[in-house]
């Protein structure tokens, strides 16, 4: 059993910042490939942020230069920060692992940006 703890949304103007964390616990060995994604209303899921074990960072191009990912090994957990924020990065933000080439979700954290 995994499970994976996100915290950290919020409302925030436009051009504002918010952390956002993501812990997995439970049967989870060595390190593993961890990211975000996130959903609008009436969009699909779309990928955010990946790192990988060895902390090598891939971004969307929508965020890139203004969102970083980093993690943290020894606790199995993944954060996000976001600056500059806009109000199209409005949705809700899910934390994944991905273990043994399945990916596990957290239950997501709500991200909105007022205009």
């Known amino acids: 059993q995994v499970t994976l703890v996100e915290s950290g949304g919020g409302l925030v103007q436009a051009g504002g910042s918010l952390r956002l964390s993501c812990t997995a616990s439970g049967s989870i060995f060595g390190n593993n490939p961890m990211g975000w994604y996130r959903q609008a209303p009436g969009n699909q899921r779309e990928l955010v942020a990946r790192?990988?074990?060895?902390?090598?960072?891939n971004y969307a191009d929508s965020v890139k230069d203004r969102f970083t990912i980093s993690r943290d090994n020894a606790k199995n957990t993944v954060h996000l920060q976001l600056n500059s924020l806009k109000p199209e990065d409005t949705a809700i933000y899910y934390c994944?692992?991905?273990?043994?080439?399945?990916?596990?979700w957290g239950q997501g954290t709500q991200v909105t940006v007022s205009s």
């Open positions: 994944y692992i991905n273990l043994y080439g399945i990916p596990r």
């Open positions: 790192i990988s074990t060895s902390g090598s960072a």
